[in-house]
Every structure is written in C-alpha cells, then in structure tokens.
C-alpha cells in the first residue's frame, strides 16, 4: 500500500462549492447582510481628527501592495480594508498610528482567508521595523475588540463569486481577473464608501465587460442586457449602478495617466478607461 505524501512548498487550497454558489439562499443573506458591515462614510469629518482621505489612500494601496507580493487569496484585502474603515468609523486614531492599524487589519485577514497566514514578523518588516511585534499583537486584540470580533463581513468579492456563477460570459476569466482588478482599485479610495458592496461588484463586471472588443459581444450581451442582468440579481437600481462604473472608469484612467507607479504591460495605452489589459498599481 503506497502512501501519498503532499509535503512540500506547495500549498492546498479548498475547492469552491457549486452548491454554496448557486444556491439564491446564500445570495439572499448576503444582500440582508451587507449593510451591517459598511462603514461611515463620513467618519473623516465625525470621528477622526488627525486621519485624511488621502492618508487611507496612503495605507490602502500600501496594503494592496504587501497583499500582492505575499500572493494573498485575493479575498484578505478587501476584507482587511473592511476592518480598518470600520475601526476608523467608531475609534478616533492618531495618523503615526495607520499604518500599524493597517497591518493588523491583514494580519487578522490573513489568519481568516488564508491557509498559512501572514506571520507578525513579516508585517513589522514591511513596516521597516517602525512597528514592533508586540504592538501588532496587542492592537490586534484592540480591534477585534471594538469589531466585536464579528469578522465574516461581507465584500464586494463575495458578490462577485455569486455573480459568475450565474453569469455566462465569454473571456470569463478575464473579465473576472480585471472585475477582480476593479474592486481592489475601489478599496484604495474613499470615495467609493458610499457603496455597498453589491454595488461595487456589480459595476466591477460592467466595467470590466466594457473593456470586452465589440466582436466578443455579439449575439451574446449587450451592456443593457448585463445591467438588466444585474439589477434583477441584486437590486442596484441602474442608474445607481451607472453612476459608481463611471466613477470607476473615472478613478482608472487617474491612476494610469497621472500615478507615474500606474504600468499597463507592454508599454501600451488603452483605447477607452476599462479596456482590459494587465494594469499594475
């Protein structure tokens, strides 16, 4: 009898469950659910006195980066953006304190999404050392505490999961990867706290769609057809649906033509703001 040995770098993840994605229950509770895990959107002028958008924009995008380079599920940011606004909305934090709070906000992310979560001695790195350990653990019960440990919040990736499972599409993955792509973009900017979460998902595959060339979507869809589509699964009136896909495109198109640390592979500029193509932020 031969024995299969699996050790070895090489790590295991969970196959998706076509029940679990299928089944309207799941979407059901996760639209009567989102709305407890938003945040304030107003929490820069309520809450907060040293914090500025701009500096969450900072934090957000540094975590984006870290995320990226350790190979996250991609699962851990968003979720882990959803922590630090959250904290922010309810516990006034000084601006020397943001980045430790978001590195403790992955930190807990990873230890929920991931099988080998990021450890607290590689987060103080990417810190430069300027966070000890033992101050990541001991904010670390800080916020679980003032999160009430209520950790299972719910993100625009998992409406994305539900979206797909029902949607027939051609470049799938694709347009998955750049839907993917568009909601991590909406992380790192305050201005989309205003939307939930559905919304955010859903308007990341209509951008996404849009970027498709003209001759993948004959006879298949139409953008009509998809916000249709959209609307009857979860109730994003279209106009609403609309207006955050143009502040997407809006937020994109900034990032590409005036971050010099925007690069869109192969040197190339794309034709409209959602064209897909491999954008590195």
């Known amino acids: 009898m031969e024995l299969l040995c699996c050790e070895g770098p090489r790590v295991r993840y969970a196959y998706q469950d076509p029940v679990l994605l299928r089944d309207d229950r799941v979407l059901r509770n996760l639209l009567t659910c989102e709305d407890k895990y938003i945040p304030s959107c107003s929490y820069f002028k309520i809450v907060q006195k040293e914090i500025e958008p701009h500096m969450r924009r900072l934090v957000t995008t540094w975590m984006l980066e870290v995320c ?3 190979m996250c599920e991609e699962d851990v ?3 882990a953006v959803n922590y630090l606004d959250r904290f922010l909305s309810a516990v006034p934090t000084r601006k020397c304190q943001l980045q ?3 590195a403790v906000c992955m930190f807990i992310a990873s230890k929920l999404k991931e099988t080998s979560p ?3 001695e590689k987060l103080c790195i990417y810190t ?5 350990c033992q101050e990541l653990l001991d904010w670390e019960i800080l916020v679980l505490g003032k999160l009430k440990w209520d950790l299972s919040a719910v993100t625009p990736y998992d409406f994305l999961q539900q ?3 029902r949607l027939s599409l051609p470049n799938v993955n694709v347009i998955r990867k750049h839907a993917a792509t568009f909601i991590a973009l909406c992380c790192t900017e305050e201005k989309f706290l205003m939307y939930s979460p559905s919304t955010i998902a859903a308007a990341s595959v209509c951008a ?3 970027g498709l060339p003209t001759e993948h979507l004959e006879h298949i869809w139409t953008k009509t057809k998809l916000v249709s589509f959209l609307h009857e699964l979860t109730n994003v009136e279209p106009e609403y649906l609309q207006s955050c896909q143009v502040l997407m495109e809006e937020v994109l198109q900034f990032n590409v033509t005036e971050n010099p640390s925007s690069k869109v592979e192969n040197g190339s500029t ?3 703001p959602t064209d897909l193509q491999e954008i590195h932020f």
Not at 128 to 132: F, G, Q, V
């Open 118 to 120: 990021l450890s607290a």
């Open 128 to 132: 430069d050392n300027s966070i000890t």
């Open 163 to 165: 979206i797909f499972c």
């Open 208 to 210: 996404a769609f849009t």
């Open 100 to 102: 430790l709070l978001g």
């Open 77 to 79: 940011f968003p979720l």
């Open 270 to 272: 794309p034709s409209t």
């Open 68 to 70: 990226e380079e350790q």
